[in-house]
């Protein structure tokens, strides 16, 4: 798939890219509609907290679509980190530091950490949001960020 030559990501262009690169069914847990989530609570809290937006929604539309499988997949975040940087000089456009804070969220997004970094804390605390999709209730000790817990606790901002 090749991208338009802008300066900036083009949005559409990559939620085609990463629908394409998924080998799973668009409407899985994992797919799509996941997808749009994160990327909702994403922004939200970006708006809040200062997080770096594109990244934020970079990271949702990507952060899942390399999975090979519903269950344990303990490399799709790398995977996906891989193709960020594969597209970053076709589509991506972000400059070396900020690809290296996108990838460190892809790779990490599923380790159960947290982070004082407001953008992968936000690209963490949305993913982690939708937990509950897959049965699982969130906790607020993995949560990064305040707006995240916020966000938990209340469900807005």
């Given at each position: 798939?090749?991208?338009?030559?802008?300066?900036?990501?083009?949005?559409?262009?990559?939620?085609?890219?990463?629908?394409?690169?998924?080998?799973?069914?668009?409407?899985?847990i994992?797919?799509?509609?996941?997808?749009?989530?994160?990327?909702?609570?994403?922004?939200?809290?970006?708006?809040?907290?200062?997080?770096?937006?594109?990244?934020?929604?970079?990271f949702?539309?990507?952060?899942?679509?390399?999975?090979?499988?519903?269950?344990?997949?303990?490399?799709?975040?790398?995977?996906?980190?891989?193709?960020?940087?594969?597209?970053?000089?076709?589509?991506?456009?972000?400059?070396e530091?900020?690809?290296?804070?996108?990838?460190?969220?892809?790779?990490?997004?599923?380790?159960?950490?947290?982070?004082n970094?407001?953008t992968?804390?936000?690209?963490?605390?949305?993913?982690?949001?939708?937990?509950?999709?897959?049965?699982?209730?969130?906790?607020?000790?993995?949560?990064?960020?305040?707006?995240?817990?916020?966000?938990?606790?209340?469900?807005?901002?």
């Amino acid at each position: 798939m090749m991208f338009s030559p802008q300066m900036q990501t083009d949005f559409l262009a990559l939620w085609k890219l990463a629908s394409e690169a998924f080998k799973l069914d668009l409407g899985s847990i994992h797919g799509l509609n996941h997808w749009n989530r994160v990327e909702g609570f994403a922004l939200q809290m970006a708006k809040i907290n200062g997080a770096d937006q594109e990244i934020a929604r970079i990271f949702a539309i990507i952060h899942d679509c390399k999975r090979e499988n519903e269950n344990y997949d303990p490399q799709h975040g790398l995977r996906a980190a891989i193709l960020a940087r594969e597209i970053n000089d076709t589509g991506l456009f972000l400059n070396e530091n900020r690809l290296e804070i996108l990838c460190f969220a892809l790779e990490n997004h599923d380790k159960g950490e947290i982070s004082n970094d407001a953008t992968i804390g936000t690209c963490w605390d949305a993913d982690r949001l939708d937990l509950g999709r897959v049965g699982v209730a969130p906790k607020l000790q993995f949560f990064s960020t305040g707006a995240g817990k916020l966000l938990l606790k209340t469900g807005r901002i």
